[in-house]
């Protein structure tokens, strides 16, 4: 019998310890298994009476299209709400859409400090108004190695940020997502997890064009699951990267520690750039699944830099990124 280490078990692998005492649940999530869209009992979930998230938030208005379109079909809408990475709702694929209205988004306000001049906090409604909203048609690669085409909605982190007036002394942006126990089921079935979770980037990967800030898809205010009401998306890093649900952003000097990373620094590096030629410690990045109408049923060739390359090469130049991830 095979016994997997700690190191060696994938979050969504991690069933709940109040999963496992009752034994009847556990049935009920080995059954899900088989019926994904049956809507029954999943690690961690609850079944709501409806599911508003799943059918979408409210239209956007006045959405230009953005640069940077991927060519790749797009992945249907509920591929894109109903199998989601968001731990803080649960650690199955899909607790995140049967938890989703336990996230309360308003009022909402995004912090930010550290190495700038202008610091401040802005409420939500107001970083809508502030920054035009554009689609952005991007392909998002897991680190699972699962994949999406998405038509995101938002606008250029590097344009937020300068509102703010970095100084010199700002080399990194970190980032921090929404820590609430009695909201996020989450952050309290996986105590062993550094909470709240946080992200970083260099300035420069911040401030570049492809980089976004995000709070719609499909034309749509983004759904809880996927990181309402503000998230990040850095399209040629794996998506762990993209953190959701932003509540903080501080400039440092000094490097960030983002959660996964001091959880498992050899499994999700700092960088984290898509790289084929850099597997995962347990399973190979060489290709990726993509999600569709059913369940994986396309492969293809990872790309470098999930195909941004001409674009972010030169963000890495002279690094080992064999070495850097």
């Known amino acids: 019998m095979l016994i997997k280490k700690p190191a060696d078990i994938w979050p969504s692998e991690i069933t709940p310890q109040s999963v496992w005492e009752d034994r009847r649940r556990l049935l009920k999530m080995a059954t899900a298994a088989s019926l994904m869209w049956?809507?029954?009992?999943?690690?961690?979930?609850?079944?709501?009476?409806?599911?508003?998230?799943?059918?979408?938030?409210?239209?956007?208005?006045?959405?230009?299209?953005?640069?940077?379109?991927?060519?790749?079909?797009?992945?249907?809408?509920?591929?894109?709400?109903?199998?989601?990475?968001?731990?803080?709702?649960?650690?199955?694929?899909?607790?995140?859409?049967?938890?989703?209205?336990?996230?309360?988004?308003?009022?909402?306000?995004v912090k930010v400090d550290g190495e700038c001049e202008a610091p401040g906090s802005l409420d939500i409604e107001d970083v809508f108004k502030l920054f035009p909203p554009q689609e952005r048609i991007y392909r998002f690669r897991c680190v699972e190695t699962w994949a999406m085409v998405?038509?995101?909605?938002?606008?250029?982190?590097?344009?937020?940020?300068?509102?703010?007036?970095?100084?010199?002394?700002?080399?990194?942006?970190?980032?921090?997502?929404?820590?609430?126990?009695?909201?996020?089921?989450?952050?309290?079935?996986?105590?062993?997890?550094?909470?709240?979770?946080?992200?970083?980037?260099?300035?420069?990967?911040?401030?570049?064009?492809?980089?976004?800030?995000?709070?719609?898809?499909?034309?749509?205010?983004?759904?809880?699951?996927c990181g309402a009401p503000l998230r990040l998306v850095v399209p040629w890093k794996y998506g762990f990267k993209s953190i959701k649900s932003i509540v903080h952003i501080r400039f440092t000097e000094q490097r960030p520690k983002p959660s996964w990373n001091r959880l498992q620094p050899d499994e999700y590096g700092f960088y984290a750039n898509v790289n084929p030629e850099v597997d995962h410690p347990r399973w190979s990045q060489k290709y990726e699944r993509m999600l569709g109408s059913g369940l994986f049923t396309r492969k293809r060739p990872t790309r470098m830099f999930n195909g941004y390359e001409k674009q972010v090469a030169s963000l890495y130049k002279g690094m080992d990124l064999r070495k850097n991830y």
Do not use: C
């Not at 250029?156 to 007036?165: C, E, S």
């Open 150 to 225: 998405v038509p995101w909605v938002g606008f250029p982190l590097g344009d937020f940020l300068k509102r703010f007036k970095p100084t010199s002394k700002a080399k990194y942006v970190a980032f921090e997502t929404l820590y609430d126990p009695n909201m996020l089921p989450g952050q309290r079935k996986m105590p062993y997890f550094f909470w709240p979770y946080t992200e970083g980037l260099r300035i420069d990967e911040a401030m570049h064009p492809l980089t976004m800030l995000v709070y719609g898809v499909y034309g749509r205010e983004l759904p809880n699951q």
């Open 38 to 109: 049956a809507g029954r009992g999943l690690a961690g979930s609850r079944v709501p009476e409806r599911l508003p998230e799943v059918e979408g938030g409210r239209k956007i208005e006045g959405v230009a299209p953005g640069p940077f379109n991927a060519k790749d079909p797009l992945t249907p809408y509920e591929n894109i709400v109903t199998y989601n990475n968001f731990i803080e709702l649960g650690p199955d694929k899909r607790a995140p859409m049967y938890n989703a209205d336990r996230l309360k988004t308003r009022p909402w306000s």
